[in-house]
């Protein structure tokens, strides 16, 4: 797998999975071995979360007139990996009950992958406002705005990918979203 080649058809075919086009899974591997090369694209995005981690806890100590204490890694990883693996133990839950087990492996690739792209989107604006060049509320904003849309892509994928009804569909990816919220926000309190 030749990523560096690869990353203009994965983006291709994340936003092809989101329209109405029919020939996604022409850009994505999705045997077994293209699910163990979706969780690269997990491994890959760590950095780019640590980044918007890191422009968060530079603004808290401005916003505190105090000096930037360093993110905890440990900690930072840890709720990085519920926060990750969080998506695959539901989707794997909704995949056995609602008995579509052979759309989990394609469901869980395109998601891996354009999450490492939204995750990408949002280092760079994070990473802008680190260098001085964007101010941070128009970057927070860009990337709620980021963050609440993927509740809209988790629902997507669940009716596209998944083969869920539209009602079955909205219902996971908000369970989705709600579980990686939570996620999130307990991370944010260790922070605190």
């Known amino acids: 797998m030749n990523l560096p080649l ?14 109405r086009s029919s020939d996604w899974p022409d850009h994505f591997d999705l ?14 995005s760590l950095p ?26 440990a900690a930072f990883f840890i709720i990085w990996v519920l926060y ?7 989707a794997y839950i909704f995949c056995l009950v609602f008995n579509k087990s052979d759309r989990f492996r394609p469901w869980v690739i395109v998601r891996h992958w354009t999450f490492f792209f939204a995750a990408l989107l949002a280092a760079a604006l994070f990473g802008l406002n680190m260098a001085g060049m964007l101010p941070f ?40 979203t709600a579980m990686s919220l939570m996620m999130i926000l307990i991370g944010v309190a260790q922070y605190a």
Request: contains cysteine; glycine residues 8%.
């Open 48 to 73: 780019f979360y640590y980044i918007c981690a890191a422009a968060v806890q530079i603004q808290r100590a401005k916003l505190a007139e105090g000096e930037a204490s360093a993110l905890p890694t």
């Open 31 to 44: 045997s077994p071995k293209g699910l163990q090369h979706s969780f690269i694209a997990l491994v890959l």
């Open 6 to 19: 690869n990353l203009p058809a994965l983006l291709s075919g994340c936003l092809k999975a989101l329209g």
């Open 137 to 176: 509320m128009p970057v927070v904003y860009a990337a709620f705005a980021l963050y609440l849309g993927t509740l809209v892509i988790d629902i997507r994928y669940a009716q596209k990918i998944a083969g869920f009804e539209w009602g079955a569909a909205i219902f996971a990816g908000c369970i989705i």
């Open 84 to 90: 990750a693996f969080m998506f695959v133990l539901c």
